[in-house]
C-alpha cells in the first residue's frame, strides 16, 4: 500500500485569491504532498498547487463534506486526474489507499472512492492539467 511521506498536520493550504479575490470553492497547497507508492514510485504534488478540496454532488452533502480526513487524499487524486497519471483507476486506488493512510472511516471512505470510481469519468477526461501558482511569502 502506498504511503504518505509526511504526517498529516504538515497537509496546510490557504483560500486561493486572484486580484484580490478569493475564488469559491478553491484552495492553493501550503506545502508539497509526497506519495510513495508500492511500486517505489514517489508523486509529488507541488506548493502552489490549485485544487477545490472534493468534488462532491449536492445530493451527497448529507453523508460527505469537503472539509475532513479526505482532504490530503483528495489533493492526491486531484493532482493524479490533472495529470492523467498513469489510468484513472490506478488513480482511484491510490485515493482510496491515502484515505487509509489518513484514517478516514470506512463508510466515509467507501463513499468517497466509489463516488470517484462510478462518476469521475467526467474529470478524468474534461481535465485541463493542473493549475500550480507562485505561493506568496507571509
Known amino acids: ?6 504526517p498529516i498536520e504538515s497537509f496546510d493550504y490557504r483560500p486561493y485569491v486572484v486580484e484580490g479575490e478569493m475564488r ?3 484552495v492553493m497547497l ?3 504532498v509526497v506519495w510513495l507508492c508500492d511500486d517505489g514510485d514517489t508523486y509529488v504534488v507541488p506548493a ?3 485544487f477545490n478540496l472534493a468534488s462532491l454532488p449536492w445530493w451527497i452533502g ?3 463534506t469537503k472539509l475532513g480526513k479526505h482532504q490530503r487524499a483528495a489533493c492526491l487524486h486531484d493532482w493524479f486526474y490533472d495529470n492523467r497519471t498513469n489510468s484513472k483507476t490506478w488513480a482511484d486506488l491510490q485515493f482510496r ?9 470506512g463508510w466515509r471512505k467507501w463513499m ?10 467526467f474529470a478524468w477526461r474534461s481535465s485541463g492539467g493542473p493549475k500550480v501558482v507562485k505561493v506568496p511569502a507571509e
Open 1 to 6: 500500500m502506498g504511503k504518505f511521506l509526511a
Open 24 to 26: 469559491r470553492d478553491w
Open 30 to 32: 501550503e506545502n508539497n
Open 48 to 50: 502552489g498547487y490549485v
Open 62 to 64: 448529507w453523508a460527505l
Open 97 to 105: 489507499q491515502a484515505m487509509d493512510m489518513d484514517s478516514v472511516k
Open 112 to 121: 468517497a472512492w466509489s463516488g470517484v470510481a462510478v462518476g469521475g469519468w
